[in-house]
């Protein structure tokens, strides 16, 4: 089952980072960025977030489920969608823990 783009508003109103939230459709779902860092993912309409020390700190009694076919389990961040402030600390606190994405290089043109 793909992930509804409402279900991707929804957790973007909840975190409330404005433009510094932003998000990528891959494959019927979609990927979270914060600052262009990958933190998230919104699978069959679910919040995966990166597994990573702030949210073993933050929230370590999230359920951890595999958000794709074989992958690893990330921790399950929808029982924190009705606490805006927990989700988005938490949100922040991985982003900061996460690398900064590789610069592009042009190919070469045939």
């Known amino acids: 089952m ?10 973007a109103e909840q975190i ?8 990528r459709r891959l494959f019927g779902e979609y990927a979270l960025y914060v600052d262009d860092k990958g933190v998230a993912f919104a699978c069959d309409n679910r919040l995966f977030v990166k597994p990573s ?17 074989g992958a690893k389990g990330y921790p399950v961040a929808d029982e ?10 938490l949100i922040l606190r991985t982003a900061e823990l996460m690398l900064p994405p590789k610069p592009r290089t042009k190919r070469a043109r045939r």
Do not use: K
């Open 16 to 23: 409330a980072l404005g433009p510094r939230l932003t998000h």
């Open 53 to 69: 020390a702030a949210a073993d700190e933050l929230a370590p009694q999230l359920p951890r489920l595999p958000p794709y076919p």
């Open 80 to 89: 924190l969608l009705d606490d805006p402030d927990r989700l988005r600390e």
């Open 2 to 11: 793909a992930t509804d783009r409402g279900f991707v508003d929804y957790v």
